[in-house]
């Protein structure tokens, strides 16, 4: 069974850094596209970062553009979300997400998630 799991969340004050971490035991891993995603209370998840196994990035939400870096290690099967700059409206839960195909926006794509970190960035 594929599982996904996220490590790296926690809370922080504005302007801080964080870094997250996905490991997966998904075969064939660099074949998958690897995901971010965020769930603020009562709104949707949205989608943040997404990346490749080429390591060709797309960055969902315009906000965070220029402060979080997704990378991923198609050895060790570890994405990673490099989160600088952090801003109370980062607060949520972040999900990370596998897609057997292309990279897409829509979280409703995805085929696997991990259970989510909490991010909690005080003003």
């Known amino acids: 069974q594929v599982q996904l799991v996220e490590s790296g969340g926690g809370s922080v004050q504005a302007g801080g850094s964080l870094t997250l971490s996905c490991a997966s035991s998904?075969?064939?891993?660099?074949?998958?596209?690897m995901g971010w995603f965020r769930q603020a209370p009562g709104k949707k998840r949205e989608g943040v970062a997404t990346?490749?196994?080429?390591?060709?990035?797309?960055y969902w939400d315009d906000s965070v553009k220029g402060r979080f870096t997704i990378s991923r290690d198609n050895a060790k099967k570890i994405v990673y979300l490099q989160m600088n700059s952090l801003k109370p409206e980062d607060t949520a839960m972040y999900y990370c997400?596998?897609?057997?195909?292309?990279?897409?926006?829509?979280?409703?794509?995805?085929?696997?998630w991990g259970q989510g970190t909490q991010v909690t960035v005080s003003s």
């Open positions: 990346i490749l196994g080429s390591g060709s990035t797309t």
């Open positions: 998904v075969m064939y891993y660099s074949t998958y596209c």
């Open positions: 997400a596998a897609s057997r195909s292309y990279c897409p926006g829509d979280p409703d794509m995805y085929n696997y």
